[in-house]
C-alpha cells in the first residue's frame, strides 16, 4: 500500500506547483497595475439558477439524468417534484402561482420563466427557499447534489432557472469573464459567507451553553453535519418540508453559523432598557457578541492601504428611519458591524463604514467623482440585491449594470478590476459538486463576472474558486500576511487531493 500512497502524494504535489506556476507565469510583473479593486456583493443565486445557459460554460445544455434527478430522504429516486409548499411567487405578489399550480413537475430541472410553463418573468418576487449551513451540506449529499428538494421548504422551486440572456448582466458577462467554477466560501446562508468575504472566518459566541443564545444550538448527528430529524417529520420530500429537532444558529462547540445580529447598531435587535443606545442589547438570544478575529480591513489598515464596506442605506438604517420593505435594509448583511475594531465611536468605523445612500447614490458619487479607496466593498439594499422573498431578479441586475456603467467611466478605471459575485446559492440546486474543502466550505456554485480594463474578453473561466479568491487576489496585490482561514482552507484543499483555491489571476490578462 506504500507505493500508491507516495505516488497520490506525489501527484497532488505536483498539482500544486503547477497550479503556482501558472499563476505566477500568467501574472509576473502585473498585479501592480491594478490599483482598485471593487466588489459587489449580491444574493442568494446559484450558477445554474442564472447561467445555466451561458454559452461555453458549464451549464444546464447537455446534462444527463443522472446529473440532476433528485432523491427522497429516504434515498430513493423521486417520481415527480414536490409542490412548491407556498406556491411559486412570494406572498401577496402578482401573478400569482399557487401550490396547487406547481403540483406534477417532472424531476428535472425547469425555467420559471418559459412561456409554455409558468412564464414568470424576472421582474417578479418569488419565494425564498430555506439556505442554511447544515441543509446546504444535506442537500449537497457528499457531491451528488441530489437532495436539494428533500431538505428544502420550498419542494420544487429549487429546481428552477432563469434564461439568464434576457437580464443586463448575462451582457456583461459575454463582454469581459464569467468564472463558473467558482463557489460560495461557506455552507449555508448569508450570514456566515458574508464573514468568510471579509475574514475566511466563522465566528464564534464563547459559552453559548451558559448565554442566552444556549437554546440556539443545533441538534446534530454524529456525522457533524446532518441535522437531526423530528419524529413527527414527513416521512417525504412528497408529502412536506422536513421538520428538525433543533436548526439554529450555532453549532455543537458554539460556532455562529446560521444568522445572528451585529452586537452594534444598526442590528435587527434594539438597544437594552437604560442600555448603551449604539449597542444592541447583549441578552437577546440573537445578538452575537463583538468578535476579535483579523479582517481584510484590519491587514489593510495596518499597510496603510484605504478601503471602505458601502452599504446601502446604511445611514437610513442608523437614522432609525423605516427600511423594510424598501429598501429592506438587511442587518446581518454587514460584517464589519460584528467586530470589535469597528465599534461605535472608533475613528476606523468612521473611516472605513460607509453609506452608499439609497439606490447606490452615494455610492455612484464616489464612483464618478474617482474618490474610491484602493478597496472597496459593495453591498447593494435589500430591494436591488436579488435575494428571492423580497428582491426580483431584474431589478437588482439592472441596478448593478448602472454601476458598472459608471464604474466604467470613473477616473479610476483603467487600473480597476471589479469582481461582481453573489453570496450564497439561496438554497437554488446547482449540478457541480463543490471541492471538499474544510469545515465550513466551500459550498455551491454562485455566479462570478470579473470586469475591468484587464479582463480577458469574452472569457468563460474554468479555474476553481470561491469567495476567498477574492481575499487571496486583495492579499497578493497589496503583498498582506495571509488570513488563517486562507492557509487552512489551502491545506484542507491539498489533503482532500486537489489544488489550492486560485485568486481570480487567470482571469486576467495583465501583460497589457
Avoid at 497595475?33 to 445555466?52: H, K, M, P, Q
Wanted: a neutral charge.
Amino acid at each position: 500500500m506504500r507505493e500508491p500512497v507516495k505516488k497520490h502524494r506525489l501527484l497532488r504535489l505536483l498539482a500544486v506547483v503547477f497550479a503556482v506556476c501558472w499563476t505566477a507565469g500568467a501574472t509576473a510583473g502585473g498585479i501592480e497595475t491594478v490599483d482598485v479593486v471593487v466588489v459587489i456583493y449580491a444574493e442568494n443565486r446559484s450558477f445554474d439558477n442564472l447561467y445555466g445557459l451561458f454559452p461555453g460554460a458549464n451549464g444546464l445544455r447537455s446534462l444527463k439524468a443522472a446529473d440532476y434527478m433528485q432523491r427522497d430522504r429516504d434515498g430513493s429516486l423521486l417520481k415527480e417534484l414536490p409542490p412548491m409548499w407556498g406556491g411559486l411567487t412570494a406572498r401577496g405578489v402578482l401573478p400569482a402561482v399557487t401550490q396547487a399550480d406547481t403540483a406534477h413537475l417532472p424531476n428535472k430541472p425547469f425555467a420559471i420563466d418559459d412561456p409554455k410553463g409558468f412564464n414568470l418573468p424576472a421582474s417578479v418576487v418569488t419565494n425564498d427557499p430555506r439556505h442554511r449551513f447544515y441543509q446546504n451540506q444535506m442537500q449537497i449529499n457528499r457531491g451528488r447534489n441530489d437532495r436539494f428538494v428533500a431538505y428544502s421548504d420550498a419542494g420544487a422551486l429549487v429546481m428552477g432557472h432563469y434564461d439568464g440572456s434576457r437580464l443586463p448582466l448575462w451582457t456583461i458577462a459575454r463582454r469581459y469573464t464569467l468564472a463558473d467554477n467558482f463557489f460560495m466560501a461557506a455552507f449555508g446562508g448569508s450570514f456566515l459567507n458574508h464573514f468568510w468575504l471579509v475574514c475566511a472566518c466563522t465566528p464564534y459566541y464563547p459559552n453559548a451553553d451558559r448565554s442566552p443564545a444556549k437554546d440556539r444550538i443545533s441538534a446534530v448527528e454524529a456525522d457533524g453535519v446532518t441535522l437531526k430529524i423530528a419524529p413527527h417529520s414527513p416521512r417525504s420530500a412528497l408529502e412536506g418540508p422536513p421538520i428538525f429537532v433543533k436548526d439554529g444558529s450555532l453549532t455543537p462547540d458554539f460556532y455562529a453559523v446560521n444568522t445572528m445580529q451585529p452586537p452594534f447598531q444598526p442590528s435587527g435587535n434594539g438597544p437594552a432598557v437604560n442600555g448603551d443606545p449604539l449597542c444592541a442589547d447583549p441578552d437577546v438570544a440573537t445578538t452575537l457578541p463583538a468578535q476579535t478575529q483579523s479582517t481584510i480591513g484590519d491587514l489593510l489598515s495596518a499597510k496603510g492601504i484605504s478601503w471602505a464596506w458601502y452599504s446601502g442605506a446604511w445611514q437610513a438604517a442608523l437614522d432609525g428611519v423605516e427600511v423594510t420593505p424598501a429598501p429592506h435594509f438587511q442587518y446581518h448583511h454587514q460584517p464589519f458591524n460584528y467586530f470589535a475594531t469597528m465599534a461605535p465611536g472608533t475613528a476606523a468605523r468612521a473611516r472605513h463604514l460607509r453609506d452608499a445612500g439609497l439606490d447606490g447614490r452615494e455610492f455612484i458619487k464616489a464612483i464618478d467623482g474617482g474618490t474610491l479607496p484602493q478597496v472597496t466593498f459593495y453591498k447593494p439594499q435589500g430591494s436591488l440585491n436579488k435575494h428571492a422573498g423580497y428582491a426580483d431578479m431584474l431589478t437588482g441586475d439592472r441596478h448593478i449594470a448602472d454601476v458598472i456603467a459608471h464604474l466604467e467611466r470613473s477616473p479610476q478605471w483603467s487600473r480597476m478590476l471589479v469582481i461582481i459575485t453573489y453570496d450564497e446559492n439561496g438554497g437554488f440546486w446547482d449540478h457541480v459538486a463543490p471541492p471538499k474543502g474544510d469545515r465550513w466550505g466551500p459550498g455551491t456554485r454562485v455566479p462570478a463576472i470579473i470586469v475591468s480594463p484587464f479582463a480577458r474578453r469574452g472569457f468563460v473561466d474554468h479555474t476553481l474558486y470561491d469567495t476567498t479568491s477574492i481575499l487571496r487576489f486583495i492579499t497578493r496585490r497589496f503583498a498582506l500576511p495571509m488570513l488563517p482561514g486562507l492557509q487552512t482552507r489551502d491545506a484542507a484543499m491539498i489533503v482532500n487531493g486537489d489544488i489550492p483555491l486560485g485568486d481570480l489571476t487567470n482571469a486576467l490578462d495583465l501583460q497589457q
